[in-house]
Each structure stands twice: as structure tokens, then as C-alpha cells.
């Protein structure tokens, strides 16, 4: 089993930054990609950023040129930084990672953006 451990999330206003993290750990063998999930009220989840074992990102239109995803592989821990957020990033974000072909999920943060 791998646990999933996220922190960051919060309430802050329209134009400030944010940085989730998400910390693994249990049987994990070799972690090849880590993401960020959200989804927003009455809306279905989406991928907000990815990024595989190499190193290779991949984000959503809607978040790329503002947040910036980053992973520390000696400690299983990835990272998102949100910059310039806006009211409709607004969302529970979930931090997930595929091991051995199985995807794991977070418990998922609040992040709220609001004035």
C-alpha cells in the first residue's frame, strides 16, 4: 500500500501564491508519475499538472505560465507551486502517484481563492 500525505492548502485572495505538497510513503517500489488533480464544485476532476519520473511536465491550459510543478524523488515528494491564482482555481486539489501501474490518491486540500 502507498499513503499519500498533502499539505498547503488554504484561503488566500486573488493574485497570491500557494504551494501544496504531497509526501508518499508504504511500499513503494519505483514511483513514476506524480500529479495534481482538482476539482471544483458541480464540476468532474481534472489533471492540473503531471510530471514522470524524468523529469517531463505536463500542465493544463488553464494553469501553465502560473503554476509550477516539481518532485523531490529521494523523498517521494512532490510539489506544486501556485502563483498568480485566480478565483476559479478554486478547488479541492489531489495529489496523486502511479506505482507499479497503480494509481494512488491523496485525501485532497482545499485551496480557496477569494477577496
Known amino acids: 500500500q502507498v499513503q499519500l500525505v498533502e499539505s498547503g492548502g488554504g484561503l488566500v485572495q486573488p493574485g497570491r501564491s500557494l504551494r501544496l505538497s504531497c509526501a508518499a510513503s508504504?511500499?513503494?517500489?519505483?514511483?513514476?508519475?506524480m500529479g495534481w488533480y482538482r476539482q471544483a464544485p458541480g464540476k468532474q476532476r481534472e489533471l492540473a499538472a503531471q510530471?514522470?519520473?524524468?523529469?517531463?511536465?505536463k500542465y493544463a491550459q488553464s494553469v501553465k505560465g502560473r503554476f509550477t510543478i516539481s518532485r523531490d524523488n529521494a523523498k517521494n515528494t512532490v510539489y506544486l507551486q501556485m502563483n498568480s491564482l485566480k478565483p476559479e482555481d478554486t478547488a479541492v486539489y489531489y495529489c496523486s502517484v502511479i506505482v507499479l501501474a497503480t494509481t494512488y490518491w491523496g485525501q485532497g486540500t482545499q485551496v480557496t481563492v477569494s477577496s
Open positions: 508504504g511500499s513503494i517500489y519505483s514511483i513514476n508519475t
Open positions: 510530471i514522470t519520473i524524468g523529469g517531463s511536465t
